[in-house]
């Protein structure tokens, strides 16, 4: 029998008790009304971020006709693309071996691959910069996108690890007897990998993925200390610009990633939805 509308809330019911419903709307106010205003200005007919004076499309025309700010655009995307890449295969591999084998250093290794977790980005930033400026010496010269080496591998290297903390989570709701049953009728352990465990992992690998994307293409400090003179990103370019005038310009390509993380989080979300349907 269904509750009248006016009947009193239960004890769980919280999301009909009006100051959960008021303390909601004002967190949702918190996270996106700067986001919404940094679109809406981006659209303004002044130089000045302030002060509305118009509608104009002018400075996402300004935005693609910089050569220097498409260039770190395209370097913060193929930096994203390639440390996304290796930071899935890295993480699945390590998830899967953390959760599969016993071995003598099992919990320092676990230790060690969580760490660039917990590390703060300011001491990852300065053990790269010390690493590929004394130790292992990137060089500069090197053609594009070859001499993005440093950074891709930095940004790998605290990307990764979040890959494997997302596929090890899917893993505790595997059930090992499907894999074993996969073996007793003739399945090689690759093939029993490929065939049972991997499509079970497959929504978390594509979770990882997009977190392992997201983290790169935003990232600042560390990509600050392992960018030269002619390896700039997109984080850092802004930087550069806001260090003098935050203009519309400023909006309209933060409007632009935006939107680029919003499409692939979509598609992500559409991706896992399937396979969710699909038994997986």
Request: aromatic share 12%; charged share 15%; net charge neutral.
């Amino acid at each position: 029998m269904a509750k009248p509308l006016d009947a009193k809330p239960g004890p769980l019911e919280y999301a009909r008790r009006w100051p959960l419903r008021l303390w909601v709307a004002a967190v949702i106010l918190f996270l996106y009304v700067p986001l919404a205003s940094l679109v809406v200005f981006s659209f303004n007919d002044s130089r000045r971020t302030i002060r509305w004076e118009g509608f104009t499309l002018d400075w996402y025309g300004t935005m693609w006709n910089d050569a220097a700010l498409i260039d770190a655009f395209t370097n913060s995307l193929t930096i994203a693309f390639i440390s996304m890449l290796f930071s899935v295969v890295l993480g699945a591999l390590t998830a899967i071996a953390l959760w599969r084998f016993r071995f003598l250093g099992k919990g320092l290794f676990d230790g060690a691959v969580t760490l660039p977790i917990v590390v703060p980005e300011i001491c990852m930033g300065v053990a790269m910069l010390v690493f590929f400026g004394q130790i292992v010496p990137w060089p500069r010269d090197l053609v594009w996108p070859f001499d993005l080496g440093a950074i891709i591998i930095a940004h790998i290297t605290f990307s990764f690890p979040f890959v494997a903390v997302v596929v090890r989570a899917r893993l505790a709701s595997f059930n090992r007897e499907m894999e074993e049953a996969a073996r007793d009728l003739g399945a090689s352990e690759l093939r029993a990998l490929w065939d049972v465990l991997l499509p079970h992992v497959r929504p978390a690998l594509i979770s990882g993925g997009l977190l392992a994307f997201t983290l790169s293409l935003d990232d600042f400090v560390i990509t600050f200390f392992t960018s030269g003179p002619n390896t700039v990103t997109f984080p850092v370019k802004i930087y550069s610009m806001v260090r003098f005038s935050v203009t519309p310009e400023v909006n309209a390509a933060s409007t632009v990633l935006m939107l680029i993380t919003i499409a692939l989080t979509a598609i992500g979300m559409k991706l896992q939805g399937r396979d969710l349907a699909q038994g997986h």
